[in-house]
């Protein structure tokens, strides 16, 4: 390529070719793999939210960037509904194709580049680096406020509960994050797509009453709908927060054509007006959680945080290329947790979106013997 070099070069190399050969491992089991390394959905999507999107396909022309009225009202409503969030004006909710790729785009989207520090959790969701290095932007892993000295970040993401770690953040510690962001002029992204799926104790979000005082000023809630209704496969996510900052990541979206398309738009809105099918899933991963709980503890691992979310942040004391190596020899294929940061150098993340019949054989699997 010309000197102008390739942008994928400021990137990490993509991890998952460095779990292929334990992959083609645990596939040579004779009851065949357990494949529970990535946290897609593997349940069908609710009828209710099938026939919105059927009844808008006829539709042919070009769908609003900021989303239809009916989507934003439905956002709004949900988010009070389901997690207690108020005085969210319908202007200041925002749809993405994905919050993945939100979350990509969002320091470029703001405008940050060399001079600006982006902080991420110090094990994360990877998507969190990607932008920041899309951006050139500066980067730092921290958990908690005073790793970061007298610095002033850009942007800081915060990820409760955790991908990949299932950790809650407490109120107290919500608070002072947002007690930083003020106080520093800072950018809060709060990653909250695992919100709807919380085991033990509470999460909350950012723009929760609670935590930010009903004051949104620099705080953006990143919501998807790829986990609490099975939607990974239609895209469909919205991001959530101060007005202001809304405002501007519609104005330059707009121009760069950003816009989820109209049917799913309709589909997002049957989604979060319905409570009942989020429901019906959360109980099919919380019983599936249950049995690999159990079985991973039976078979001596240890399981740490995970009070929420899609996985069970699990170690055996040893290096997680170890683990994934003796799961492999039971057919099971975990994510290492050293894809997340160097601290989950010891720990396996374990999804809880494999089939009932998959989740059995791996519990079956782990204990036998
Ligand atoms: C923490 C976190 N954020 C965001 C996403 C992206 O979700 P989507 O792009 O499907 O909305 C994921 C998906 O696994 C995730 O774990």
Redesign the pocket.
Known sequence: MSARGRVSSLLPDFPWDTIASVKAKAATHPGGIVDLSV?TPVDPVDPIIRAALSAAAAVPGYPMTHGTPQLRAAAVDALERRYGIIGLDQAAVLP?I??????AGLPRLLGLGADDLVVIPEVA?P?YEVGALLAGAQIARADGLTQLGPRRPALLFV?SP??PTGRVLGVEHLRKVVEFARERDVIVAS?E??LGLTWEGRALSILHPEVCDGDHTNLLA?H????TSN??SY???FVAGDPALVAELLEVRKHAGMMVPYPIQAAMTAALGDDAHEAEQRERYGHRREILRKALEQAGFRIDHSEA??YLWSTRGESCRDTLDWLADRGILAAPGDFYGPTGAQHVRIALTATDERIAAAAERLTDG
Do not use: M, P, Q, W
């Not at 994905?98 to 979350?103: Q, S, V």
């Open positions: 946290g993405a994905g919050t993945k790729e939100l979350i969701y998507t990820n955790s991908n990653d797509c695992y990143v998807s709908l790829s986990k939607l990974a895209r469909a996510g979310g899609l």
